[in-house]
């Protein structure tokens, strides 16, 4: 994950990344077979943040960020995860411009995570569908995930 205020220069951006096998093995320290469940809310554009020169006219990507470091999700764990990103892995989210100011996605989240008796699998299909529908197809969610059994918030 590259914070917000991060470098464009491809040299120091791995100094200044979060690398999520970094937090899931941290995780792992306090015991063993976790049910681990990050969401990132990231990837966004808006228009006063330059960091990439990503711009929702030249999406999905343009030509800052084919350079971009790549990464593959190889996990290495006993540990059930879910990773939920607010999008495809070289697009951008968009910006807060729900009524609320919220992220398309957290706008999302906070409709469906409420809802009982439902699996986290579907739930997260229905924010998927949901911010696929109020951003004309133009972001989709998208998930990493080990999970063997169902999980519930209620």
């Not at 943040?49 to 343009?62: L, Q």
Request: with cysteine.
């Amino acid at each position: 994950m590259v914070p917000i205020d991060a470098s464009s220069s491809n040299k120091s951006i791995e100094n200044e990344c979060i690398k999520v096998n970094d937090i899931i093995r941290t995780l792992e320290r306090c015991a063993e077979n976790l049910f681990i469940i990050i969401i990132c809310d990231s990837c966004r554009y808006e228009e006063y943040n330059s960091t990439f020169k990503a711009t929702a006219k030249s999406f999905p990507i343009d030509d800052d960020l084919k350079s971009f470091p790549k990464s593959t999700i190889r996990l290495q764990t006993s540990s059930q995860i879910l990773i939920f990103f607010s999008c495809d892995p070289g697009t951008v989210a968009f910006g807060n411009d729900t009524a609320n100011g919220y992220s398309a996605l957290t706008e999302a989240l906070l409709n469906h995570i409420a809802t009982p008796n439902i699996p986290i699998g579907q739930m997260l299909i229905r924010v998927t569908d949901e911010v696929m529908k109020n951003h004309n197809k133009r972001q989709r969610p998208w998930t990493h995930s080990t999970l063997r059994e169902d999980f519930y918030f209620q």
